[in-house]
């Protein structure tokens, strides 16, 4: 089960997500990036952020098949 309030840069609405409106994504090269997480627009953010989360669940189940 998923716990979309550990995923905050999916909440357009989360207080991290706030607009630098001159700063440009360094995805996709549009203006209007979001501050906490980085210079990202929100859309490439999200995908960024289930990249690597899907790269962290990897990583847990390698470690836990290795555990046996």
């Known amino acids: 089960m998923e716990q ?3 995923k905050p840069w999916r909440d357009p609405n989360h207080p991290g997500n706030k607009i630098r409106p001159r700063v440009r994504c360094i995805g996709c090269g549009t203006r209007g990036c979001i501050t906490a997480w980085g210079p990202w627009c929100f859309k490439c953010n999200v995908e960024r952020m289930e990249r ?3 790269a962290f669940d ?3 189940a390698a ?3 290795r555990r046996g």
């Open 58 to 60: 990897s990583a847990r």
């Open 4 to 6: 979309e309030h550990l």
């Open 52 to 54: 690597i989360d899907r």
């Open 63 to 65: 470690l836990a098949a």
